[in-house]
């Protein structure tokens, strides 16, 4: 924003007299505003940090309708500023006062993506072995789905890996547990690629590829290795271009896993077929192991692809700062 971000209570006194105080934390100062007319009267005292009352969010909010760009855009970023603990009653307001709807979208945009990205900065600061791949992949869900219930999607992937586990005993050779899983997952679940519709958006995000049983490579995959690691299966990503495979490795067993064609048992010479006849020749670091912030990226990629051929400015600006923070570059290959 172009404007710096003042806020505070406002009200329709015609007099400067300032109102309840409310706090920019960030900069540690305390605000008071009224309003003059068409003026913003914004008087500022240092080092004060209060709670905000709720019925001085909700003054904020109604403010938001005001005709002056420059009230809004101020306005805006308070709201912004204040955080989670305003999203309710902006959720509120955007039911209650659809002609505001825009407007508050904008700001639950700005409040709700910004903590992402911290959760994701905080993720990313992680050498990649400390990094979860199932709180990443369901950090980038909850991006569309703020409401997310993530628990409820632990707890159906931990639910399929005891049904697995019940199936293959404590024995099972690496052949015999690739073919369990493969199993269960693919015909007893019935997951499967969207060959109809490779880029539909929701393919892209975990939630919905786990509700409707259908994804791309790289989400399957996703959940295919989340199964595998609470079962302790020497699984990883392989993030070849153009395409997404599972690797399983073991002393005595190698085998690639294509979980977009229902489970398809590759070798490398499968996979260097695949890529020689796709254009790509063939490198061995195409099927080396994808580190975990790489399929975050990826992921995402995905998303940024589809939502810049819909010239979605607002999520394109987010996600392209996504890929930033986990290290990528928006051109990286993808699905």
């Known amino acids: ?35 003059s007319g068409n003026r913003l009267v914004i008087d500022h005292k240092r080092d004060v940090i209060m709670m905000i009352p709720e019925s001085q969010i909700r003054a904020l909010i109604r403010l938001l309708s005001d005709e002056d760009d420059r009230i809004v855009r101020t306005i805006s970023g308070r709201l912004i500023d204040i ?7 902006l959720q509120e ?5 659809p002609e505001m709807a825009d407007r508050i979208a904008s700001v639950l945009e700005e409040i ?11 993720l990313a600061s992680l050498p990649d072995e400390a990094m979860s ?11 569309a789905y703020p409401a997310l219930d ?14 697995v586990r019940s199936r293959i005993g404590l024995r099972a050779s690496g052949e015999e547990a690739v073919n369990a899983l493969n199993r269960y997952l693919f015909t007893e679940q019935g997951f499967k690629g969207n060959t109809k519709n490779y880029y539909e958006i929701e393919n892209s995000y975990l939630n919905c590829v786990m ?6 490579p790289i989400s399957l995959s996703a959940i295919y290795l989340l199964i595998g690691q609470r079962l302790d299966f020497p699984l990883f990503g392989i993030g070849m271009p153009g395409h997404f495979l599972v690797k399983y490795e073991s002393d005595r067993y190698k085998i690639f896993i294509d979980c977009f064609n229902g489970g398809a048992l590759l070798t490398e010479k499968n996979c260097a077929r695949f890529l020689t006849e796709a254009g790509y020749g063939f490198d061995e670091k195409y099927l080396e192991k994808s580190q975990v912030r790489a399929i975050l990226s990826r992921m995402v990629k995905n998303l940024l692809a589809i939502y810049t051929k819909a010239d979605d400015s607002v999520k394109i600006a987010r996600l ?10 928006p051109r990286e290959e993808g699905l």
């Open 150 to 163: 993530v628990a409820r999607y632990h707890d159906q992937l931990d639910t399929m890996a005891a049904e």
């Open 93 to 97: 307001a955007e039911i209650e006062q």
């Open 112 to 122: 709700r993506g910004g903590k992402l990205e911290e959760e994701l900065t905080e």
């Open 83 to 89: 955080g989670p603990s305003a999203v309710p009653l």
């Open 211 to 216: 509700d409707r049983r259908i994804g791309i």
């Open 320 to 329: 392209t700062k996504f890929i930033e923070i986990l290290g990528g570059a």
């Open 1 to 35: 924003m172009a404007e710096p971000r003042h806020s505070g209570e406002p009200w329709d006194n015609p007099t400067h007299e300032a109102v309840d105080p409310l706090t920019d934390t960030r900069n540690r100062r305390m605000m008071t505003v009224s309003r």
């Open 133 to 143: 791949l199932e709180t990443g992949a369901f950090l980038i869900a909850r991006y």
